[in-house]
C-alpha cells in the first residue's frame, strides 16, 4: 500500500507535483484544499470568509483524517496544514510525507502564476509577500521539517523540470 504526503509552503508547486506523480505511479490524487471544497460544497475562500482561519483549520483537520485513510494514493496538503494541532505527526503516521521546500523568491514567483485565490495573501504587494512569505515560512519551517523526506525544487523552476521534480521525488522516496 502506498501513501504520499507532500507538505510545504503556499506555491510550493504540491498541487502540480503531486497531481504528476499519481499520473505517473497511476495512483489516485487527493488535493486536500479541493476535497474540502468537495465535502463541503464551498470554496476555501468561502469558508475562511464565513468561519474565519480557526473554522477553516478544524475542518481542515477533519478532512485529512479523511482522505489520509485512503490507501494507494497521493495527497497534497494545503500550505498550512501541518502546523495546526498534531496534523504532522498524524501525517508522519500515516504515509510518506515529503517536505517539497522552495526559496522565498522562487514561492513568490509562483504565488503570482495561476489563478488560485489564497486568503492569507490576499490584496498584498509584490515587497508586502516577499516580507510576508519569510516570516510566516520562519515560523512554519520547524513543522515541515518534521517530514521524513526533504525535496528542493528552487533548482527545478520551470515547467519542463516538474518531471525531474517528479522522478527526484520517486527516488527519494524509493517508489
Ligand atoms: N517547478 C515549477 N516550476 C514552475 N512553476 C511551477 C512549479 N511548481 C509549481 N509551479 C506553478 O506555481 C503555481 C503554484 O503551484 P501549486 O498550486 O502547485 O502550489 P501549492 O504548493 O499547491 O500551493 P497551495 O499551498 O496554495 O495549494 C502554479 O501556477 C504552478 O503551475
Ligand atoms: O498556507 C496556508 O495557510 C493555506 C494554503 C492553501 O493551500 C489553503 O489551504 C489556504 O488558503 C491556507
Ligand atoms: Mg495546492
Same mark, same amino acid.
Request: aromatic residues 34%; proline residues 17%.
Given at each position: 500500500m502506498k501513501r504520499i504526503i507532500i507538505i510545504g509552503y503556499m506555491g510550493a508547486g504540491k498541487t502540480t507535483v503531486g497531481k504528476a506523480l499519481a499520473k505517473e505511479l497511476g495512483l489516485q490524487f487527493y488535493d486536500l484544499d479541493w476535497y474540502i471544497e468537495s465535502r463541503r460544497h464551498k470554496t476555501v475562500p468561502q469558508i475562511f470568509a464565513e468561519t474565519g482561519e480557526e473554522g477553516f483549520r478544524k475542518i481542515e483537520h477533519d478532512m485529512l483524517h479523511e482522505v489520509a485513510e485512503f490507501e494507494d494514493v497521493v495527497i497534497s496538503c494545503g500550505g498550512?496544514?501541518?502546523? /495546526? /494541532?498534531d496534523n504532522i505527526d498524524y501525517m508522519n503516521g500515516q504515509g510518506q510525507v515529503v517536505y517539497l521546500k522552495a526559496e522565498p523568491e522562487v514561492l513568490c514567483k509562483h504565488l503570482k502564476m495561476g489563478k488560485t485565490e489564497r486568503p492569507l495573501l490576499k490584496g498584498k504587494s509584490s515587497d508586502e509577500l516577499l516580507t510576508f512569505i519569510n516570516e510566516q515560512l520562519s515560523r512554519r519551517t520547524p513543522f515541515y521539517e518534521k517530514a521524513r523526506y526533504q525535496l528542493d525544487v528552487s533548482l527545478m523552476d520551470n515547467y519542463e523540470k516538474i518531471k525531474i521534480s517528479v522522478s527526484k521525488l520517486r527516488e527519494l522516496v524509493g517508489i
Open positions: 498550512g496544514t501541518p502546523c /495546526f /494541532f
